[in-house]
């Protein structure tokens, strides 16, 4: 376990110094470390994700363990620490022993002077608790599902306590692939289950399936070369929402890392052409990397700030797909730090943003010609508000039916677009909704 603890305390860092989501700080910390040992990497991934699952909670009673002291006063490697030790302490699968082994091996880790001052601590976490039946309302919402009470408190006005309760208790759902037909026989699915995948094709779209029990599938030569897409069927079903054809032109906006535009190209045949846009230049080497491995022949990338207008030239679109960054509440399961990044604040922010590239990117869009908006996140100013605000200032374009349908009607008067919950549809939580711009 001690190499597991070691990535784990660095990654927890890494994830508070440069706001990093669980998986990019194991990742550069396997890269710090060298570590090459799949189940270390594997334990301390399961480790920090399930750390910051719960950091409020965690965080409530470390500073009641240090009183005076305060977490937010310590040096970050000795809050990685704590936090790691009280999740040992408090949530862990194995005895509290694990925890005592922690704190004996951070010994050799951390400054002694350090240490020192949170020697009693040490002894009071594993019997200190988060005090429930003292709280009521939202704030017990909230430490009883591990997550901040702004949050809870807006879910429970906008969609009800209870459907708000649902939102944010923890579910795992499953993962999906679709296949890619620019490589793949019609055959590929088939082979995956002689070799003992469970897989069950998704009825509402094409080339897509759940996997049921697929440890290793991404070790398989089929995914390596690029046979098959892991990709989560929220994702997939913008594609089949958006519904290019062969010869088409599409711009597609916040395309990288690329798994929308592979799939377009899919459905286009390798045929048309594909922009696509991103402001990231390091997230565009991605997309190069995808596309490539996936026989994506008509898409090209572009290095632009959607939020300017005229930020391409010389494109005349039958589709525009925008998939704008969002605060990501749809992903809130799998991605659990950014839980304490987000605020109120945040959702504001996005709206700005979400607007400006929505308006900069319709201007590309032909008459007649389709545009397709798209988030990751739940709230209702994010998607619905957008889309309504947009229609608003644009009475050329025209709502309609988002099909397939998978997801529950839009909110706010707009019943075409779709809403996808993990809770209810087994999926990230999503937004989808199509416009037309009529003559």
């Known amino acids: 376990?001690?190499?597991?603890?070691?990535?784990?305390?660095?990654?927890?860092?890494?994830?508070?110094?440069?706001?990093?989501?669980?998986?990019a700080a194991i990742r550069k910390t396997v890269r710090q470390l060298k570590v090459h040992d799949r189940d270390?990497?594997?334990?301390?991934?399961?480790?920090?994700?399930?750390?910051?699952?719960?950091?409020?909670?965690?965080?409530?009673?470390?500073?009641?363990?240090?009183?005076?002291?305060?977490?937010?006063?310590?040096?970050?490697?000795?809050?990685?620490?704590?936090?790691?030790?009280?999740?040992?302490?408090?949530?862990?699968?194995?005895?509290?022993?694990?925890a005592y082994e922690l704190s004996e091996y951070v010994k050799?880790?951390?400054?002694?002077?350090?240490?020192?001052?949170?020697?009693?601590?040490?002894?009071?976490?594993?019997?200190?608790?988060?005090?429930?039946?003292?709280?009521?309302?939202?704030?017990?919402?909230?430490?009883?599902?591990?997550?901040?009470?702004?949050?809870?408190?807006?879910?429970?006005?906008?969609?009800?306590?209870?459907?708000?309760?649902?939102?944010?208790?923890?579910?795992?759902?499953?993962?999906?692939?679709?296949?890619?037909t620019l490589k793949a026989g019609a055959k590929t699915a088939d082979d995956l289950i002689k070799q003992g995948f469970q897989l069950e094709k998704v009825p509402e779209l094409n080339h897509t399936y759940k996997i049921v029990e697929g440890e290793g599938i991404t070790d398989q030569d089929g995914y390596k070369n690029g046979q098959y897409i892991i990709q989560d069927k929220a994702s997939i079903l913008?594609?089949?929402?958006?519904?290019?054809?062969?010869?088409?032109?599409?711009?597609?906006?916040?395309?990288?890392?690329?798994?929308?535009?592979?799939?377009?190209?899919?459905?286009?045949?390798?045929?048309?052409?594909?922009?696509?846009?991103?402001?990231?230049?390091?997230?565009?080497?991605?997309?190069?990397?995808?596309?490539?491995?996936?026989?994506?022949?008509?898409?090209?990338?572009?290095?632009?700030?959607?939020?300017?207008?005229?930020?391409?030239?010389?494109?005349?679109?039958?589709?525009?797909?925008?998939?704008?960054?969002?605060?990501?509440?749809?992903?809130?399961?799998?991605?659990?730090?950014s839980k304490w990044r987000l605020t109120r604040r945040s959702v504001e922010s996005m709206v700005n943003l979400q607007m400006r590239i929505l308006e900069n990117s319709a201007s590309y869009l032909k008459d007649s010609g389709t545009l397709v908006y798209s988030t990751c996140s739940i709230t209702l100013e994010e998607n619905e508000g957008v889309v309504n605000n947009f229609m608003s200032n644009n009475p050329e374009y025209e709502l309609v039916d988002a099909t397939p349908r998978i997801g529950v009607p839009g909110l706010n008067g707009l019943e075409k677009a779709q809403r996808l919950y993990p809770h209810i549809h087994g999926c990230n939580g999503f937004f989808i909704a199509k416009l037309v711009k009529r003559l």
């Open 238 to 337: 913008v594609g089949e929402v958006a519904s290019p054809k062969p010869g088409e032109t599409v711009l597609d906006v916040c395309a990288a890392p690329g798994m929308k535009t592979s799939h377009m190209a899919q459905m286009m045949e390798n045929t048309g052409e594909i922009i696509s846009v991103d402001y990231n230049e390091r997230r565009l080497g991605s997309w190069e990397n995808l596309l490539d491995k996936l026989g994506v022949e008509n898409a090209s990338s572009e290095l632009a700030d959607a939020t300017q207008p005229d930020y391409v030239a010389d494109v005349d679109a039958d589709i525009v797909t925008v998939d704008p960054p969002c605060t990501g509440t749809g992903l809130l399961h799998k991605i659990p730090s």
């Open 108 to 180: 050799g880790l951390l400054h002694h002077k350090e240490l020192k001052k949170v020697e009693s601590a040490i002894e009071i976490i594993p019997f200190a608790n988060v005090p429930l039946e003292n709280m009521q309302g939202v704030q017990k919402l909230a430490f009883t599902h591990f997550h901040p009470r702004w949050y809870v408190e807006y879910l429970s006005k906008s969609f009800g306590p209870t459907f708000a309760q649902d939102l944010i208790r923890h579910i795992e759902y499953p993962r999906y692939l679709r296949i890619n």
């Open 1 to 23: 376990m001690s190499l597991s603890w070691t990535l784990a305390i660095e990654a927890l860092s890494w994830i508070e110094l440069e706001r990093l989501t669980e998986d």
């Open 40 to 98: 270390v990497v594997d334990e301390a991934h399961s480790l920090v994700y399930e750390t910051m699952m719960r950091r409020n909670a965690i965080d409530y009673i470390v500073n009641y363990a240090i009183e005076p002291q305060s977490l937010g006063n310590m040096n970050i490697g000795l809050r990685s620490y704590l936090r790691l030790f009280t999740h040992l302490a408090q949530y862990g699968k194995s005895s509290l022993s694990d």
